[in-house]
């Protein structure tokens, strides 16, 4: 055992070189961090400015809308949405070219919906129901009404996209797969259908 005991280093006493370096170390990150606070606290206030000069200052809110169209000096083509089983007006739904892409606008004044359990969905479709797409979900307006905004399909072009000539509304049961018989709610016919 004398001779285990003459190597070991567990009778030794330890030297404090890593205590004294963890020591500097301690010392010089918090002078690092005491010239960082001081440059920041000294800075001008025209930098100050400079920093914040991108957040805007009296911006109104940003409101979803409907773009107001001029049927007459657009040339969009305006039709009445109708109720198919009275024939009751429902809204209007508007057609046309803008800055060559083909536009369709519904607004609607559809009833009220469970949100959790309906949506409205609009529909193209061609005469004798030969075709027909959906143009997107209705949202709801803060006047209570229904809209929809829809921009041509980049796959299809504008004289292709003419032969739909219906607007179809229906309201849908939200869930996979889709609404297997969806209720017919309003519609539009363009060119007299």
């Known amino acids: 055992m004398k001779y285990a005991k003459g190597r070991s280093q567990l009778s030794r006493p330890r030297k ?3 205590s004294r370096r963890g020591l500097y170390l301690l010392i010089a990150f918090s002078v690092i961090i005491l010239i960082v606070l001081i440059l920041s606290l000294t800075r001008s206030s025209e930098d100050v400015i400079q920093d914040v000069s991108f957040i805007p200052v009296d911006t109104p809110p940003i409101e979803q809308t409907i773009p107001v169209i001029d049927a007459s ?3 969009f083509e305006e039709v009445e ?3 198919p089983e009275n024939g009751a007006p429902a809204g209007i739904a508007r057609r046309g070219e803008e800055d060559g892409h083909y ?3 519904v ?3 559809l009833p009220t919906i469970n949100r959790e359990v309906h949506f409205y ?3 193209l479709v061609t005469p004798g129901i030969t075709d027909y797409f959906s143009v997107g979900e209705l949202f709801s307006r803060d006047d209570g009404k229904w809209a929809l905004v829809f921009e041509e399909d980049p796959l299809m072009p504008i004289d292709e996209i003419d032969t739909f000539t219906r607007v179809v509304i229906t309201r849908e049961i939200i869930g996979e797969g889709g609404d297997p018989s969806p209720y017919h709610m309003a519609e539009a016919c363009f060119g007299g259908c």
Request: charged letters at 10%; proline letters at 0%.
């Open 107 to 109: 607004v609607g004044d």
């Open 103 to 105: 536009v369709l606008v």
């Open 81 to 83: 949405l109708v109720y």
């Open 16 to 18: 404090m070189v890593s």
């Open 121 to 123: 969905e609009g529909w």
């Open 73 to 75: 000096v657009s040339g």
